[in-house]
């Protein structure tokens, strides 16, 4: 693919379309029939109730939800403000209409980023994660046909984070973690995180990495950049840190997903494999080019653009590429699945992307680890 594809980013939705989450059409989409179950595996969810029951719990720190109107609320955590926070965050009744409209037919619910609090207490940090992680299971009990979920974990105790995890699966149901890019600024490959990889290993753990605590916060102070370039330069930085400091060769069996297309991951594998090839450095701990290993991360298809959308299947392969809608946030995708459909790729590709990959991974809507979860 020529180098103006990645300038080319595919039209905006208008604010209100954004917001309200409702399909956009676009001239490139395809509205041909398919019968594939379409599964988001990139979706976040803050509830009222469970907002409720973290305030019990450290009144400062806990999320609070102020301002709220039709359409947004805003959403303050330890301090830290996000205004905008769109509705479908915590209304259900919003989420299901949303999840229609964009033709999703299941989400896998994750808690919002916003939430990991991974530079509080780990006795805290443990509580929200169980709070959160009972009340996921607990939605995943109510709607069984149309949500999954994955636990948050209290990364700063990687052993208590390891098993929360365990309780998380064998008990609540869920299917997996959802875990950020870093820990308080401690890279995924650090040597005090082994507990969390052995277990998520042993559990055959569904693991979604997603953006935190942004890396070079000083130079991206302007023009959203924090967001727009931290974000994948964060998730970029956590990928390598596990390829080259040989988490994923120590442990072959760890399914691990990339957020928003997998920053920059997907560009720049060659950089990496040539690194390796001329640079004594990235040999430390991995003792062979790390080609392999990047060919075992999946990415979710938030990328807004067809041409890099079809850049990443093309390179990584329809079976690891997953939906992903990054639900309820304006910087998200609510047209993935018509963007997938509208991919030129066979029906057989696209229903790998838009559900039967994510199935193989994670098991079924109601399947029985979700039906015996909180029996």
Known sequence: MGRSAFLLSSPALDPSQQMHYSTANRSWMSSAPMTARTTDIHAHILTEETIRLLQREAPKIAPKLSRVDEQFGTLEVAGAVYRNFPRGGWDLERRLQDMSASKVDCQVLSVCPQTFVYAQPPALAGVFARIQNEQLAKLVKARPDRFLAMATLPMQAPRQAAEELRHAMSVLGLRGAQIGSNVAGKNLDDPELEPVWAGAAALDAFILIHP???????????????????????????????????????????????????????????????????????????????TDALKRFYFDTIVHSRDVLEFLVGSAGADRVLLGSDYPFDMGMPDGVLQVRGLSIGAAEQASILGATAQSLLGTVGGSAAARALA
Not at 214 to 233: F, H, K
Not at 236 to 254: E, H, K, M, Q
Request: net charge positive.
């Open 212 to 290: 935190t605590n942004v890396a070079a916060t000083e130079r991206l102070a302007s023009y959203y950049l924090t967001n727009l370039i931290g974000n994948p330069l964060d998730t970029t930085i956590a990928a390598a840190s596990l390829v080259f400091g040989g988490v994923l060769d120590r442990y072959p069996s760890l399914k691990i997903c990339l957020a928003h297309g997998g920053g920059f991951v997907p560009y720049q594998a060659g950089r990496f494999v040539h690194g390796w090839q001329v640079r004594t450095e990235p040999k430390k701990k991995l003792t062979r080019p790390p």
